[in-house]
């Protein structure tokens, strides 16, 4: 079984849709560049649509969009972190969190 990849990081964010209804997050790999998910807005007390069918400001699909389009570093950072606990390098993690460390891996590579 041939082990499946994510699309290569960077990734970006972009907020510019002309109602304000979505964000995109893609990321420019050698093929071109490539939309990896769309946020669109759900109604909410910060987010609402006006007369025009514009959405309001909404910060907590912005964080989300940070949140998603940093996951290729922050997969990149936990492995090099789960990495080096047989290296000798001293930590202090529990074996719990050398577990979870573990997990977190599998999820986002699509082995859990």
Request: proline share 5%; with cysteine; glycine share 8%.
């Given at each position: 079984?041939?082990?499946?990849?994510?699309?290569?990081?960077?990734?970006?964010?972009?907020?510019?849709?002309?109602?304000?209804?979505?964000?995109?997050?893609?990321?420019?790999?050698?093929?071109?560049?490539c939309n990896?998910?769309?946020?669109?807005?759900?109604?909410?007390?910060?987010?609402?649509?006006?007369?025009?069918?514009?959405?309001?400001?909404?910060?907590?699909?912005?964080?989300?969009?940070?949140?998603?389009a940093a996951?290729?570093?922050?997969?990149?950072?936990?492995?090099?972190?789960?990495?080096?606990?047989?290296?000798?390098?001293?930590?202090?993690?529990?074996?719990?969190?050398?577990?979870?460390?573990?997990?977190?891996?599998?999820?986002?590579?699509?082995?859990?």
């Amino acid at each position: 079984m041939k082990t499946e990849t994510h699309t290569p990081g960077p990734w970006t964010w972009v907020e510019n849709h002309p109602q304000n209804a979505c964000v995109l997050i893609f990321a420019n790999a050698e093929w071109g560049e490539c939309n990896i998910a769309t946020l669109h807005c759900a109604p909410s007390d910060d987010a609402k649509q006006d007369e025009n069918g514009v959405w309001g400001d909404h910060p907590e699909r912005r964080a989300n969009a940070r949140l998603i389009a940093a996951a290729p570093e922050l997969l990149a950072l936990v492995k090099l972190v789960h990495g080096s606990f047989g290296g000798g390098l001293t930590v202090t993690f529990s074996e719990q969190d050398v577990a979870d460390f573990a997990a977190a891996i599998a999820k986002a590579e699509g082995r859990a």
